[in-house]
């Protein structure tokens, strides 16, 4: 939703100097049961996205937080204005109209009139957002826009999430790794259950619009998953291209480039970027919970298979 990166490091520092502001007990809003950051969004614009009015050309991509979402972000970005190929002109009218969006680049970010502004971001749009299916409004689901969604192995993803927790200052921090890892088990962190989460998607793991990537094949071989999702959204790009992108959109390509693109959120968002780092962390009992939860929940299902969870998340 945004490719201007000036805007964004201001929307961020700001939002940054109000979350300091906050008592612990106010950083969070409840939202159907769910928790989401206050500084962020409100009751009101949750309620305000179900009139959010989806175009059957948009581009909308999902994840949990901390599964790759801004690096895949990077990616479709690049993808979609290579096949574009947008004239400066027409670059320079993109970013104007996404800097009057007034907000960091998620669906569910913003006050409640972010849905009206966001009519007048010119087509093709690229949509981001962290929600699952019920959450979303009516009309992704209703049109023909296409979703892609990026998954994670469960046990990186809570690592990664932990350090993100503590090192923003819009959220509260946890006392301890065993602490936030009860929290992260029993859904009680921003966004929810990562498993209700997955369990959801698994749902439409073969709808014709829905096309679910992880984050570990990405890491396996980028170009040939930049090759699939350019062939899921209609994008026509050359070999040479997606050598360009892979080359331009690594982890440690972006880190170096993550304070001129996200200024002091850039050090928070590009951690590591590895596969594995869950086992630096875990205790025996909790790689155990872990496993027992994944098999409970998403045992011998397609997406199960797709995130390979044997190969990723057996100690």
Known sequence: MSRNRGRIIEITENLFSQGVKRPPEAMFFSYKGILYPASMSS?????????FEARNDDVIITGYPKTGTNWLEQMV?????????YTEEEMKERINAEKKLETFPRL????PGIYERLKKLPSRRIILTHLPPHLLPPSVLQSKAKILVLVRNPKDTAVSYYHFYNDMPVMPSFASWDEYFAAFMNGKVAWGSYFDHLVEWNKYIDHEKVMIISYEELKEDQVLGMKRIAAFFGFSLCEEDFLRIAKMTTFQAMKEKSKETHGQFGDILFRKGVVGNWRDHFSKAQNEEMDRKFEECLGGTKLAARMKYDVYCKA
Do not use: H, V, Y
């Open 108 to 111: 569910e970010f913003g006050d």
């Open 77 to 85: 970005k690049e993808l979609e204005s290579t096949d574009a190929k």
């Open 43 to 51: 009751p009101e614009t949750m309620e305000a996205l179900k009139s």
